[in-house]
């Protein structure tokens, strides 16, 4: 049982390019979520999708799309990566929102120069 | 929107407990509280989460102040393996994580 998958788990970009990072679950779950944690911060909300067909702006969704391509897959694009956006992004799902446990991939480390 | 508040940091020996507490004042009826941790380099994993009653799981305890305006994670006997960052959330759709509370565990 794979779980969260993330990849890729590293990316280096120049700045003004675009990349898509890819999550899918297989554990069935309706919700899925986009976090970026910033180095000795706490993980900030990006985007979510509640359920599939829905996606729905977190904490800090300039910069970012998302794309919830079907009920195991969410992705996060970077149409123009800019040094501000070099962090670890991690994609996490749950079987609903609020009263079940968010599962976690490990993560991206995306590095922007 | 409900907010946590956590200590930044706690330090415990090896096989004792060790009580961390988390403030949500503002918190409201339908909100679960969730606790999560973080080891270094590695994405956060699940702890256990709550409503109302006290929750006990293989890795820790939950109990929740009768108001709901706070409640305390309880890991029984800690180990060098729960050396990590805690984090309390509410809401976690709506809401990003906090800092947490760094546990540190001497041997």
């Known amino acids: 049982n794979a779980g969260v998958t993330q990849t890729p788990k590293f990316q280096v970009l120049k700045t003004g390019q675009s990349m898509t990072l890819q999550c899918a679950q297989d554990m069935n779950h309706n919700s899925m979520y986009w976090y970026r944690q910033d180095p000795g911060m706490g993980l900030r909300l990006i985007y979510y999708s509640a359920s599939e067909g829905t996606t729905d702006k977190g904490e800090v969704p300039n910069g970012y799309n998302v794309s919830r391509l079907n009920k195991r897959e969410f992705s996060l694009r970077l149409e123009s990566a800019a040094p501000s956006q070099t962090s670890v992004y991690f994609c996490?799902?749950?079987?609903?929102?609020?009263?079940?446990?968010?599962?976690f991939g490990n993560g991206t480390r995306l590095t922007v120069t | 929107d409900a907010k946590t508040t956590q200590p930044n940091s706690m330090e415990s020996n090896e096989e004792e407990p060790v009580h961390l507490p988390c403030n949500h004042s503002t918190i409201s009826g339908t909100d679960y509280i969730h606790w999560y941790r973080q080891l270094p380099s590695q994405g956060p994993e699940y702890v256990i989460h709550g409503l109302t009653s006290n929750v006990n799981n293989r890795m820790a305890s939950l109990a929740i102040a009768e108001d709901r305006k706070s409640s305390t994670l309880i890991l029984h006997r800690a180990t060098l393996r729960d050396a990590a960052v805690y984090y309390c959330?509410?809401?976690?759709?709506?809401?990003?994580f906090g800092a947490g509370t760094t546990v540190t565990v001497r041997a």
């Open positions: 996490a799902s749950s079987e609903t929102v609020n009263n079940s446990p968010l599962h």
């Open positions: 959330i509410l809401s976690f759709y709506k809401l990003s």
